[in-house]
């Protein structure tokens, strides 16, 4: 805003649009000039009042928490940074994961810096399900993956889906083997009949378990929040029924998560932090 006094009081005003720039603090000028006797206009006042940027409140809540959980990820800030826009993004962009309580939106942040999963739906780490005014964080088949990876005896571990016309066989005991030819014809989900893992240890020893469809339906229905639009049940069910043989082979290799991840139908609070 400009304002203009001139020598018999009268007031001009000249409006200035001013863009917002929400990434940047905004400075805004206001010059007040007085018309001297040459009829010449003088500055006499210049105020700058600085307009700081809009802060992100989930960011922030994640931030002020950053001496606590550093330890978690080595003293890593790079990666605290990460996760945090991560999961910033996540709860900005879903209006039902925003309305969830607060208590429990930092639960899920201390999880995925305990595990060192990245929250983007895209990545299939983890999933961040909304679940009446909580937030379920569920281990998706990369971060599996990834957590088994961790462990300095794991050479190796993958997971395949067993279709309807696929030839498959397979064998405990003494020399657990497996012996899998899918078919050529393109499948569906419907047609899935078992899914299985195989984790390879450094000592050549390999651990496999064998899911058939009725124990994948069991782990789906167990999960509370199966039946909702969005969840990964619903949205991305292969790569779920991927995780069942996987996490129950994580269990045995005695990964140190907490038991509800371990077990999806196992009712738990969140305790307070």
Known sequence: MSTVMTNDSHLVSE????ASFPQEDLAVSSNVSILNASGELTEQEKVVETVPKPKDGIYELCNARKDKLLPFLNNNTLLFE???RSFAWEINTNDKLRICSQLSIINAFYKCCEYGLDPAASLGQAWLIPYKSTIDLQIGYRGWLKLLFSNPLVSNVYSYGVYKDDFFEYELG???NIKHVPSKEKQHKDNLVATYGVVKLKSGEAQIKV????EINESMESSRSSHK???PWVTHFEAMALVVPIR???KNLGLPLRVEDFDEGLNHEIKNI
């Open 229 to 231: 639009p969005d969840s």
């Open 248 to 250: 129950k082979l994580g």
């Open 211 to 214: 899911c058939f469809r009725d």
């Open 82 to 84: 990460k996760l945090a």
């Open 174 to 176: 003494m020399n657990p």
């Open 15 to 18: 409006q200035h649009n001013i």
